[in-house]
């Protein structure tokens, strides 16, 4: 199985914005729902955002109102629209699968790393 495939990071100024994506191999991706991880060097990986398989989505009081992660199931992708980025923002991010229970296309990839700076 393909590992998911994270891309759209970079280095974005303070208040920026970045458009985050994700590409699964699993054709039951539909079915899962579906998040967006990060981990910093001072912290262990988190589960930051996430959406249903109906599309219902959740987010941690951190990225609330800036961050929107979507989906398009037919392209088996996941995004995440990231807005007033801010530098504890800076992080490499991850998506997979968020439950406990995962498929087995659902192979951690090398996230995308994610650099706000002036």
């Known amino acids: 199985q393909v590992p998911l495939v994270e891309s759209g990071g970079g280095l974005v100024q303070p208040g920026g914005s970045l458009r985050l994506s994700c590409v699964a191999s699993?054709?039951?991706?539909?079915?899962?729902?579906m998040g967006w991880y990060r981990q910093s060097s001072s912290q262990q990986r988190e589960l930051i955002a996430q959406i249903a398989s109906g599309g219902s989505t959740t987010y941690v009081d951190s990225v609330k109102g800036r961050f929107t992660i979507s989906r398009d199931d037919a392209k088996m992708t996941v995004y995440l629209q990231m807005n007033s980025l801010k530098p504890e923002d800076t992080a490499v991010y991850y998506c997979n699968v968020a439950s406990a229970l995962r498929p087995s296309w659902a192979r951690w990839g090398q996230g995308t790393q994610v650099t706000v700076s002036s």
């Open positions: 699993g054709r039951t991706f539909s079915d899962f729902p």
